[in-house]
């Protein structure tokens, strides 16, 4: 069994696919505009699609009833979704620096990983497309795997395959991302991109996006004891300042 802890040689980095490595917005905002033009749609249609997703994101069975339901589409929602899946990877492209950051990762000693949730077309589709299967050690993708994010064990099969112990889970989703791996162990730094998450679930770092109303990581009472703490620390957070994400903020109390 893969146990998770500070004493653990080999350093292990696990990531979440999207809208943590990948702009997925960027994608959907892509796939968008391709249904208007299919149609003759307009801008406002645009804006109304990408305001939609936002609203109901993740819940992407919804969107596409709501979307059928405008336009009067033919096609059966599972349908929509299937075709989605398949054209989302190459639509997809990873924030900038991403790929050249894990690689860096890599270089330094540490193994790095993906636990997604999501069907193993698109979610494998996007990482061979964008470039990041070549710069990961491993993944575990919940459809493939029959266990989704927060079960443990989507983090522990990622970190058997990555052959790290100890270590992050970086990830967008307090729950999935976040909670989950608190119960295995890892230290974890939440992308905030979504301030209506619950407040309850304490991060190790977070990073504040545009949300300057969010506070810093103000309630981590632990210390960055680990030895690869600062490794991880500067090299995510370089990766991240490069996206126009806002600074860490860590409290070390
Ligand atoms: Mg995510």
Known sequence: ?????????????????DRTLIDLDAGFLRRAEEFAEQRRLGPEDVAWLVALDRDVHPHRDIYFARVRERYKLAAPVKELLAACRRRMPYLVQCYPAVPTGLAELRTRGWRVGVTTNG????????????????????????????????????????AQRCGGK???????????DIQGAQMVGPR?????????????????MRSPTSSRQ?????????????????HIFNTYANILREVHLLD???TDQ
């Open 166 to 176: 100890g270590g992050w889970m970086i990830g967008d989703n307090l729950i999935a």
């Open 214 to 230: 969010w506070p810093s990581c103000d309630q981590y009472t632990g210390k960055p004891d680990h030895a690869g703490f600062v």
């Open 119 to 158: 069907m193993p077309d698109s979610q494998l589709g996007k990482l061979r497309r964008t470039g990041l299967a070549d710069v990961i050690d491993g993944h575990a993708v919940s459809e493939a795997e029959g266990i989704r994010k927060p079960e443990v064990d989507l983090f522990r099969i990622a």
């Open 188 to 204: 974890t730094i939440w992308i905030n991109r979504e301030p209506g998450q619950a407040k309850s679930i304490m991060p190790t």
């Open 248 to 250: 860490f903020h860590m």
């Open 1 to 17: 069994m893969i146990v998770f802890g500070l004493e653990a040689v080999q350093l292990l980095a696990l990531f979440d696919l």
